[in-house]
T-cell receptor, first 113, second 111 residues
Framework: ETGVTQSPTHLIKTRGQQVTLRCSSQ?????VSWYQQALGQGPQFIFQ???????GRGNFPPRFSGLQFPNYSSELNVNALELDDSALYLC????????????FGPGTRLTVL | DAKTTQPNSMESNEEEPVHLPCNHSTISGTDYIHWYRQLPSQGPEYVIHGLTSNVNNRMASLAIAEDRKSSTLILHRATLRDAAVYYC????????????FGQGTTLQVKP
């Protein structure tokens, strides 16, 4: 059974650019959540996708957007990058929504210069 | 989802039990208590969760107070690999699945 995978591992962008991060969910999982983790802080919920529809959103501006594909993999897109967007971006999958165990990937480290 | 409060850091000796406390005084009757841990340079890892009764699994035990206002994660024999940040999360049953992480407890394990 393959776990949650994320790509790329590391990424460096400049302010104002756009970035796309990718996540492959664990086999059989139809729910994907994205989190942002700044250095020294706990992860912060960005949004969740369930069966290709957004199913809840945290306190993040609209320039953070996402997609989920029919195979349940997902993308996180961030437009107009700001310095404060520098963080570890984590993807987590679960077999369905609700208070279930979530399986996290290793994350993508984004640095905005 | 109720706010949780944890100590910033704790220390333990290797092969001794560790009791990690968590306060969640505003928890509602349908909120689950979840514990995750995050090892250095990794994503968070699910440890255990419960609602009312104490729970055991291969990783740890979760002891939930009778009034549910606090809980304790118990690692029966700490190893060096258990050094991590441990997060206690109150997770509502009506919630979409959003996990609200606090600062967590950084556990140091000394050989």
């Amino acid at each position: 059974e393959t776990g949650v995978t994320q790509s790329p591992t590391h990424l460096i962008k400049t302010r104002g650019q756009q970035v796309t991060l990718r996540c492959s969910s664990q086999s059989g999982h139809n729910t994907v959540s994205w989190y942002q983790q700044a250095l020294g802080q706990g992860p912060q919920f960005i949004f969740q996708y369930y069966r290709e529809e957004e199913n809840g959103r945290g306190n993040f501006p609209p320039r953070f957007s996402g997609l989920q594909f029919p195979n349940y993999s997902s993308e996180l897109n961030v437009n107009a990058l700001e310095l404060d967007d520098s963080a570890l971006y984590l993807c987590a999958s679960s077999p369905r929504t609700g208070p279930r165990e979530q399986f996290f990937g290793p994350g993508t480290r984004l640095t905005v210069l | 989802d109720a706010k949780t409060t944890q100590p910033n850091s704790m220390e333990s000796n290797e092969e001794e039990p560790v009791h990690l406390p968590c306060n969640h005084s505003t928890i509602s009757g349908t909120d689950y208590i979840h514990w995750y841990r995050q090892l250095p340079s990794q994503g968070p890892e699910y440890v255990i969760h419960g609602l009312t009764s104490n729970v055991n699994n291969r990783m740890a035990s979760l002891a939930i107070a009778e009034d549910r206002k606090s809980s304790t994660l118990i690692l029966h024999r700490a190893t060096l690999r258990d050094a991590a940040v441990y997060y206690c999360i109150s997770h509502g049953s009506g919630n979409t699945g959003k996990l609200i992480f606090g600062q967590g407890t950084t556990l140091q394990v000394k050989p």
